[in-house]
């Protein structure tokens, strides 16, 4: 059995990422605008409250707490400071695809609220993704939870195919 040195064994312990590589690291702390992750690379990643929500003034020590793990993806390996630069919100946008498409070829009916109202139409969110729906889609009268065919309920809760 060979003898690593104490540098050898520490520069082992430390994985190699990559931009757009998914991670999953451990919360080391929280401040309101602001988690720190550690994701076994030789720095901690930084995920910002724009890479979290799209919800501009949420308080993220609301939402992690030291000791919680998160799955993220990495936008940029080495800012100007040498640290990580993470993304929580990218990566549930590409699950909400996924998961919008099997809806789709399944033809599951999804539940939305809406977020917008638009001239053209209304913008709803499912799983992190920004859809919109056109105005000729969206129904003016609401008929309870019942899904008039390719209609879209103008309510609060949204449903739509």
């Not at 724009?50 to 080495?78: C, F, H, P, Q, R």
């Not at 139409?121 to 499912?126: A, K, L, R, S």
């Amino acid at each position: 059995m060979s003898e690593l040195t104490f540098e050898q064994m520490l520069e082992e312990s430390f994985k190699t990422i990559h931009s757009g590589e998914v991670v999953e690291g451990t919360v080391i702390d929280v401040k309101p605008d602001e988690i720190i992750l550690n994701i076994g690379y030789k720095s901690d990643g930084i995920l910002t409250r724009s890479e979290y929500t799209n919800e501009s003034n949420l308080d993220l020590t609301t939402v992690a707490k030291v000791g919680d793990t998160m799955e993220v993806k990495v936008i940029k390996v080495n800012d100007s400071e040498g640290q990580v630069l993470l993304s929580y919100k990218r990566l549930a946008a590409e699950k909400g695809n996924k998961r919008i498409e099997d809806a789709f070829n399944n033809q599951e009916v999804l539940k939305a609220k809406v977020t917008q109202v638009l001239e053209g139409g209304v913008c709803v969110v499912v799983d992190e993704v920004r859809i919109f729906i056109p105005a000729s889609l969206v129904s003016d009268t609401r008929s309870g939870d019942r899904v008039c065919s390719n209609r879209v309920q103008s309510s609060q809760e949204t449903l739509y195919r």
